[in-house]
């Protein structure tokens, strides 16, 4: 595997540089500060192509790999992580199930208008019950004619309230039957579905957490993706690809919190001395970097082997896991480092210590992961 960036690359990390110093970094702590989810933003990279990094050219999208995908989410998130959150819900979960799942009419309906950031997406997995335990979902869908009937509550959604389009994941079976669920494309202004309540949240603020509630809400048999009974298997191969770019978001983290307390360390003086001279923390920015780079290792291997077509279950888990205890634990280092100062809102640390967090949770957390990596290192 080559290391170094290739073109698209390098052309994506100088792109997002100053598209973020002009567009994000002067407005991130407002929107952090009043929880705003700043909806112009993502029209403007849609603009870029970044709302459809990994679309085929022939639906609008950028047709790029996941090499470029993990480098744009990476760059963002070291600015501002909340942004990268929503560029990869967006582009992994709502965009990805329907770029791999949808028949034809569909992916022309819906793919350039996500691939240009015409639209937003949402994807609905999670409900107040079933988190980790996706298979025990309640929301149901009855067939009625040519309708299905969709009732439940799905929670944690990104764009719960903001998304043109929500992919949703629903109950049609027997429970605990893999093949009792079934996806449904349900586009917002459908009667019977509404937002619910949206999250205040420690971190990642400026990212759209809500519920999305179904009443009564008929959705037409030609929106349903992919077969009926299919929707958790294809849930789960959205959710390998996913992971990468949870990955991703981690690396931008802890990227991010590395070189600013880098910067710190070599500025700040006590002692009579820069306290980059203190063993005590030279040896924390040596832990960083080093599990930094161990954590893109991973990450780029689970998506050298996505870009080749080959299953990444257990990379793409071992990626997430490492990449997002690595951005948690760097982000509280480079708080450490900054001693009083780090615990302000005046340096990036603490923003980057709140938002960390999300990342061992969303997209299955780290306990989960490490059930799958179990799993399939011992069948
Ligand atoms: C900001 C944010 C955005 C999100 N966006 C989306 C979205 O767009 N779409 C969507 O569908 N969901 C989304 N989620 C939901 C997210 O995927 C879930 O929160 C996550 O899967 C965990 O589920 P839970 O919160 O119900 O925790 P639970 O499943 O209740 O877990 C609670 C604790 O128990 C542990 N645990 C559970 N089962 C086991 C086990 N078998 N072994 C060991 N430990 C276990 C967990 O690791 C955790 O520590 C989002 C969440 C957040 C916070």
Known sequence: MDFSLNENQRMIVEMVRDFGEKHIRPKMMEWDESQEFPREVFTKLGELGLMGVLVPQEYGGSGFGYFE????ITELSKIDPSIGLSMAAHNSLCTGH???FANEEQKKKYIPKLASGEWIGAWGLTEPNTGSDAMRMKCTAKQDGDYWVLNGTKCWITHG???E???VIVRTGELLDSHGMTTFLVERGTPGFKAGKKENKLGMRASETAEMIFEDCRVHKDQILGKVGDGFIQAMKILDGGRISIAALSLGIG????EAALKYSKEREQFGQPISNFQGISFKLADMKTR????ELLTMRAADLKNRGEKVTTESAMAKLYASEMCVWASNEAVQIHGGYGYTKDFPVEKYYRDSKLCTI???TSEIQKVVIAKNILS
């Open 69 to 72: 995908y993990v480098t744009a």
């Open 165 to 167: 389009l929500a992919v």
């Open 362 to 364: 969303g997209e299955g």
């Open 292 to 295: 930094y780079e161990a954590a």
């Open 98 to 100: 329907t770029l791999m």
């Open 161 to 163: 309230i903001s998304a």
């Open 255 to 258: 990227k991010g919190a590395y």
